[in-house]
């Protein structure tokens, strides 16, 4: 392997057919299929009631007040993350907002579908320094398909933006290496390597030090693995570090005086350090945890990920497959042993596996007895993703529903067969036939839960149906409403910033004082009416919502309350 790009039984370079259209044009079929997969929960979910409504809220005010600087949800600072998402989120919704306005939640989640669209891209773009034209295809089309994915391209919050930062880094880090590494092969160009620094900042400018992490749990033990370190200089820091700080320190010292250090200390004392101490906001787990979520979250792409790093690992002294297998390993690894975990925190490292993939699908069959163990594996994995997103199609509607959908259970059947048939032809060895199974499976499924199923789980979305409520009993001149013990983001994305959040007493405090609403969760109803009565203020029940609030795992019983203001 002198050139650098592994060796594969098929396709030629110069493959005719639809084949050779594939490897030569992967990105208009690519798109279309993102499109297919990532538009119908997209267009068609609610607002999620946590991350996706705060980053939402806090860029429509960003948006409305004009400050592109402060980071506020409500009336507070939100200084969790740095503000590139805040701005693309803005964006995209000022391009809308002639036509929708700033109240729609999916004009938000564009930026999301965009960053997972150019990933998708940048990924077909690294696996054309490793794969022949028909691989980056098949690394394009698997990194596509992954469930994870379509979930990060469907909400608005930061990963997908960020992903794509981050395959954009890994790509020219690639070349860099492969051109250290490999005789004949070219180096990057100054402009090339700037683009990959640029994409540096970016990420630092979307997620903080998550793309840094990701270079050097890379790069590090490449180089201790080849006991090489000067290849290093090929990146040209003395240029690319500049073209970092131009792009994150105008907005770091502009909100370090606009937040008198504020948000340093919460971003990085309160919010990441708290992440690498404990698990965070209930989110810790032992490692082994995104090991045991990987049927799920790269379905169906699991089909192939274990043959393919057995393939691989006795084939380490390549160093395409070098690199490829410190990035997805070394990522692994770091968010395993980080205390704080969340399914979406391994999403780095799934590129390296699609392109992995995609060099052993267009391999040569021979499988060695570990590629056989692993495919067994892999199978399994794969028949429990099948089946937890047939049993969602039907069992979603029944518990979270108004009841049954009928059509949905024979959509459900219908993934089922193309699942079980994509299981088969990988048992019989035709791989390429596989995966447009399994595509097509997902084709079927991810539409029919996102759209289909999605929009009518009453029971999930208390938030639409709470803020409609209010709504119905909003009168004129009414101050905004007070919630208490419902206090979820998505109800300041509903009903605007101006929502006063409280606890029963405070709630009963402000209510006595201004009138109008108050909405009461049932662990609050004590204190509000023992307060309001203590002030002499009467309230009227109007309606009363039901749900489960998914974001506690708990039933939620909320009461709406038209609250008397107390005599002066």
Excluded at 45 to 52: I, K, S, T, V, Y
Excluded at 74 to 80: A, C, F, I, L, S
Excluded at 228 to 233: D, E, N, S
Excluded at 340 to 366: C, D, E, Q, R
Aim: a positive charge; proline letters at 7%; glycine letters at 10%.
């Amino acid at each position: 392997m002198t050139d650098g790009t592994m060796e594969m039984a098929a396709p030629a370079p110069g493959q005719k057919g639809i084949l050779g259209f594939l490897g030569r044009h992967p990105l208009p079929i690519l798109t279309l299929l993102c499109l297919a997969l990532w538009l119908p929960g997209l267009v068609s979910l609610p607002a999620l009631d946590r991350d996706e409504s705060r980053f939402a809220q806090a860029s429509r005010q960003m948006l409305e007040v004009g400050n592109y600087v402060d980071i506020r949800l409500g009336q507070v600072p939100r200084y969790k993350k740095p503000v590139g998402i805040y701005w693309l989120q803005s964006a995209t919704t000022a391009a809308a907002a002639p036509f929708v306005g700033t109240q729609t939640i999916w004009t938000y989640r564009l930026a999301s579908l965009l960053g997972a669209l150019l990933a998708v891209w940048l990924t077909v773009w690294t696996a054309r320094a490793v794969l022949p034209p028909l691989g980056t295809f098949l690394a394009g089309t698997l990194m596509a398909g992954m469930l994870l994915l379509t979930a990060e391209a469907s909400i608005a919050t930061t990963d997908a933006v960020l992903l794509a930062c981050c395959v954009a880094m890994q790509g020219m880090a690639l070349r860099i290496y492969k051109a250290s590494r490999v005789a004949d092969a070219p180096s990057p160009s100054t402009g090339l390597v700037l683009a990959g620094w640029a994409a540096l900042g970016l990420g630092i400018l979307v997620k903080g030090p998550v793309a840094p992490a990701l270079a050097a749990v890379t790069l590090i033990p490449l180089c201790l693995w080849d006991r090489k370190f000067k290849w290093l200089a090929r990146f040209q820091p003395l240029l690319g570090l500049p073209v970092v700080l131009a792009i994150v320190l105008p907005w770091l010292i502009a909100i370090a005086l606009a937040s008198n250090g504020a948000f340093f200390e919460q971003s990085l004392g309160d919010d990441f350090a708290a992440k690498l101490a404990g698990g965070q906001e209930s989110h810790g787990a032992l490692p082994g945890y995104f090991l045991l979520l990987s049927a799920a979250t790269s379905w169906p792409a699991i089909l192939f990920v274990a043959p393919a790093i057995a393939a691989a690992v006795p084939r380490h002294r390549d160093p395409m497959i070098r690199f490829l297998l410190c990035w997805a390993a070394g990522w692994w690894l770091l968010v395993e042993i980080v205390p704080t975990k969340l399914p979406h925190y391994i999403i780095n490292a799934y590129p390296a596996f699609a392109i992995l993939v995609g060099a052993w699908l267009s391999g040569p069959m021979l499988p060695s007895l570990w590629e056989k163990i692993a495919a067994w594996v892999a199978g399994l994995q794969f028949v429990i993703g099948a089946a937890a997103l047939t049993a969602a199609l039907v069992l979603l509607p029944r518990l979270y529903g108004g009841g049954d959908i009928l059509w949905l259970w024979g959509v459900a059947a219908l993934g089922a067969v193309l699942a079980l048939a994509a299981l088969g032809l990988f048992a019989a060895g035709k791989r390429g036939f596989a995966l447009l199974a399994m595509t097509l499976a997902a084709l079927v499924f991810y539409p029919a839960l996102t759209a289909g199923a999605g929009p009518h789980l009453d029971q999930l979305w208390m938030t639409r149906r709470l803020a409609a409520a209010t709504q119905s009993q909003t009168q004129a001149n009414d101050p905004p409403p007070v919630l208490a013990g419902y206090n979820e983001p998505s109800m300041l994305f509903a009903l605007g910033a101006d929502l006063g959040l409280s606890d029963g007493k405070g709630a009963a405090e402000i209510a006595a004082r201004n009138g109008g609403l108050a909405l009461i969760e049932a662990q609050e109803r004590g204190p509000f009416l023992a307060r309001l009565a203590e002030l002499q203020a009467y309230a009227e029940t109007r309606a009363t919502v039901e749900g489960f609030n998914y974001s506690r795992g708990r039933k939620a019983v909320v009461t709406i309350y038209r609250v008397i203001a107390a005599a002066p």
